[in-house]
């Protein structure tokens, strides 16, 4: 079964310093996988996903994502984080033929330090 | 914003009770999804709907059940709830499976 390990439970990083969220997933064929940022008391937004093609992926409010199959990696990345990206990331990766059930890792809580 | 509501958006109830919620979206959307969110677990699926009447399961199905009976709505039944129900419960849709999903504002359901 596909799963998605997020190791960073928690990160804190400095206002103005580059940031980078690990993901691993575990999956047969090429993957389906998705970013997603919940804000508190808030519901997901989806921030990038990467289906096939250029493996580094741009998404909204400054984030990227590469894909690295040898890796089993989809790690996000932003140069410079502001006070409002503190929240909570999620990785996901879509299982079935059309990814038409997306199983998430546990999240990373991102905290901005002023 | 994706037209999704969520309702109620709080409940507290007592085990053994009966809970249903419902999500109702107005944006046609084939896939509709719930999810709960537990401290440590990320989101896990519960049950997903490709259909009107369409159902599968996901990883947590056990002591929920679900029906799809319109394409706009999509009803989550806690048969008799238990504690370790207590939880958020998201609701989202997606137009087609690999597509973007789309989350509700969520409910809070506390069991006593």
């Known amino acids: 079964a596909q799963s998605v390990t997020q190791p960073d439970i928690h990160i804190t990083v400095s206002e103005g310093a580059s940031l980078e969220l690990r993901c691993n997933y575990s999956y047969g064929a090429t993957p389906y996988l998705f970013w997603y940022v919940q804000s508190p008391g808030q519901g997901l937004q989806l921030l990038l996903k990467y289906f096939s093609g250029d493996t580094l992926v741009q998404g909204i409010k400054g984030f990227e994502a590469e894909f690295k199959r040898s890796q089993s990696s989809f790690n996000l990345r932003k140069p410079s984080v502001h006070w409002s990206d503190a929240a909570e990331y999620f990785c996901a990766v879509g299982e079935g033929s059309s990814a038409s059930k997306i199983i998430f890792g546990s999240g990373t809580r991102l905290s901005i330090r002023p | 914003d994706a037209g999704i509501t969520q309702s109620p958006r709080h409940k507290v109830t007592e085990t053994g009770t009966p809970v249903t919620l419902r999500c109702h979206q107005t944006?046609?959307?084939?896939?509709m999804y719930w999810y709960r969110q537990d401290p440590g677990h990320g989101l896990r699926l519960i049950h997903y709907s490709y259909g009107v009447k369409d159902t599968d399961k996901g990883e947590v199905s056990d002591g929920y059940s679900v029906s799809r009976s319109k394409t706009e709505d999509f009803l989550l039944t806690l048969e008799s709830a238990t504690s370790s129900q207590t939880s958020v419960y998201f609701c989202?849709?997606?137009?087609?499976?690999?597509?973007?999903?789309?989350f509700g504002p969520g409910t809070r359901l506390l069991v006593l």
């Open positions: 944006e046609n959307h084939r896939y």
């Open positions: 989202a849709i997606s137009e087609s499976g690999a597509e973007t999903q789309y």
